[in-house]
């Protein structure tokens, strides 16, 4: 009898230290379920009902079909300016084409994606083309990855050091906390707190009328500093910040 007792003690307490690590783990991954399962929740299952109301154009097919949406005609383009604001995807995300042929002399622009393989969608462009009768013309979000303020990319000054989008290097510096992106570069992060790249814009041209399309994103948006539990605080953008797209031409050159 007391051979049979002490086995069911040791069982037992094996039993129980597989219990207490179960448990243990359970609950020390029970913080990231509940954003992951609304993210994915958002994006395969409300984007739908929510697209209309919120994307730039309708959209039914999640992460996966972000909304075709044409941006401009090269003609309005025209002009010293460099940079050209858009909403997309959403109607309240500015983003802002750049033409680095205007903003120093680059053409037939390409650079490695940044995200390239990280995320379920557009994994096959694993380079950026410049779109444009020069190859020139790329497209990012102006909202800063680090706590989503938005980016003076129509700022343009005369060193990288100043807030705003400096020529000579095309390093964009977040006037909030320093943050800088080497546009050129595909929006790496060259300084600051920034935790990742920009997210850049995915473009289309159609040679034959000059219209320039957003096709979608090498990202997904998100600030890390806001905690995602509802659907709207999934929309890509920092709730927390009212955004606007600057009117066009938005050039301000400072001296």
């Known amino acids: 009898m007391s051979v049979k007792v002490i086995r069911g003690s040791e069982l037992d307490r094996r039993d129980f230290l597989r219990l207490s690590l179960v448990l243990g783990g359970a609950i020390a991954v029970s ?26 154009a309708n959209n ?23 940079v050209y604001f858009f909403a ?35 994994t096959n462009f694993k380079n950026i083309m410049g779109v444009g009768p020069k190859g020139s013309i790329c497209a990012f979000s102006a909202v800063c990855v680090h706590l989503g303020c938005q980016l003076p990319a129509q700022a343009i000054v005369p060193s990288s050091n100043d807030p705003g989008l400096n020529p000579s290097s095309s390093i964009l510096h ?25 997210p850049i814009v995915l473009l289309e ?26 659907p709207r605080d999934n929309l890509i953008y920092d709730p927390r910040y009212s955004y606007s797209v600057p009117s066009n031409p938005a050039c301000v050159r400072v001296s």
């Open 205 to 230: 041209y159609d040679e034959s009328t000059g219209d320039i399309y957003a096709l979608g994103t090498n990202a997904p948006y998100f600030s890390e500093a806001v905690p995602r539990r509802r």
């Open 174 to 198: 977040c006037p909030c906390h320093g943050s800088m992106y080497q546009l050129d570069q595909g929006g790496i992060v060259v300084g600051g707190p920034a935790p990742r790249p920009l």
């Open 88 to 122: 997309y995807p959403l109607t309240d995300e500015p983003c802002f084409l750049v033409d680095f042929s205007k903003l120093n002399g680059m053409t037939n622009v390409e650079f490695k994606n940044p995200y390239g393989n990280q995320f379920r969608i557009n």
């Open 31 to 56: 913080p990231l379920v509940t954003p992951v399962l609304d993210y994915m929740g958002y994006y395969y299952g409300e984007l739908k009902s929510l697209s209309p109301k919120y994307l730039v």
């Open 60 to 82: 039914s097919q999640g992460l996966e079909g972000f909304p075709k949406y044409k941006v401009a005609n090269i003609k309005q383009l025209q002009g010293s300016c460099p």
